[in-house]
Antibody, heavy 121, light 107 residues
């Protein structure tokens, strides 16, 4: 059992929607903010979104604002990234990552292995 | 958004070499810079946080320094397992941002 496990990635057409899931284990999930980071093919890491411990604060990079939403269910140790109006430039490997310390805005000490999203017609 | 510019974008080095990677921020930041190592097919690994603190389990040949806008990751004696891409990240202000990466290759 790995601490973070992403799922939901697939091949999808432009304009469609997709929800990614991140299942957490082996740590006190409700005590840590969780983030999504992506890596497009041949490119570097790009922070996408983050959510506070209680889910009352969410953050997004400008290119996904208004299209992506992030949520969490602390009773299930799950984080979700809802991606709407997908574009070709959203094609990437999506990682979820746990923050090092409690509170938001901290580096990421635990990462999942990633789930691949391909947006193409 | 705070922009992070890494240099060089790539370098070739030999085992045992001292390697220095620079990260320049578009505005001053303090105690919020992190460094990661990323290998193909693997999850990124946190090396340094709060500018200069070594993450638990990371070898002491890795160190971070700097302040304000200029930061450095140093590997004092490059080992075979250190060939990877390295990224800096600022955790001061949303949106959180990463540098463009520095690929360390075998000479």
């Amino acid at each position: 059992e790995v601490p973070l496990l992403e799922s939901g990635g697939t091949l999808i057409q432009p304009g469609e929607s997709l929800r990614l899931s991140c299942a957490a284990s082996k740590f006190t999930f409700s005590s840590y903010a969780i983030n999504w980071v992506r890596q497009a093919p041949g490119k570097g890491l790009e922070w996408v979104s983050g959510i506070s411990t209680r889910g009352d604060k969410t953050y997004f990079t400008d290119s996904v604002k208004g299209r992506f939403t992030i949520s969490r269910d602390n009773s299930k140790n799950m984080v979700y990234l809802q991606m709407d109006s997908l574009r070709a430039e959203d094609t990437a490997l999506y990682y979820c990552a746990k923050e090092l310390r409690t509170g938001a805005g901290d580096p990421f000490d635990i990462w999942g292995q990633g789930t691949m999203v391909t947006v193409s017609s | 958004a705070i922009q992070l510019t890494q240099s060089p974008s790539s370098l070739s080095a030999s085992v045992g070499d001292r390697v220095t990677i620079t990260c320049r921020a578009s505005q001053g930041i303090r105690n919020v810079l992190a460094w990661y190592q990323h290998k193909p097919g693997k999850a990124p690994k946190l090396l340094i946080y709060d500018d200069s603190n070594l993450e638990s389990g990371v070898p002491s040949r890795f160190s971070g320094s700097g302040s304000g806008t200029d930061f450095t990751l140093t590997i004092t004696s490059l080992q075979p397992e250190d060939f990877a891409t390295y990224y800096c990240q600022q955790c001061s202000t949303y949106p959180l941002t990463f540098g463009g990466g520095t690929k360390v290759e075998i000479k």
